[in-house]
Nanobody, 126 residues
Framework: QVQLVESGGGLVQAGGSLRVSCAASGRTFSNYVVGWFRQAPGKEREFVSAITRSYDKVYADSVKGRFTISRDNAKNTASLQMNNLKPEDTAVYYC????????????????????WGQGTQVTVSS
């Protein structure tokens, strides 16, 4: 299995930027699809972005054009660069991973992922 640890959350004013990262250990990171999800208080966990094994990227409409996902298999890390943040982006952000033989497939449902980090809080003030 793979262990995931997020870092980089914090408090930022609207319009600002944050970068959250996910460090993986335990297995060959390149064999995994990596996804980012977020959960605000009282709401369900929602899909933010995913990156496939072949580095294809997909984003939720709410973050498209503002967030950028990346991965570095040599360093076993994935990151989410968040720009032009809005108060509605406030949530706990989680990275997730799932092993797959497909180079191009991604998953956008929380139940599709097998491994999760502990989450990191992102708060955007207005």
């Amino acid at each position: 299995q793979v262990q995931l640890v997020e870092s980089g959350g914090g408090l930022v004013q609207a319009g600002g930027s944050l970068r959250v990262s996910c460090a993986a250990s335990g297995r060959t990171f390149s064999n995994y699809v990596v996804g980012w999800f977020r959960q605000a208080p009282g709401k369900e966990r929602e899909f933010v972005s995913a990156i496939t094994r072949s580095y294809d990227k997909v984003y939720a409409d709410s973050v498209k054009g503002r967030f950028t996902i990346s991965r570095d298999n040599a360093k076993n890390t994935a990151s989410l660069q968040m720009n032009n943040l809005k108060p509605e982006d406030t949530a706990v952000y989680y990275c997730a991973a799932r092993a797959t033989s497909s180079m191009s497939y991604y998953y956008d449902g929380p139940d599709d992922y097998d491994y999760w980090g502990q989450g990191t809080q992102v708060t955007v003030s207005s």
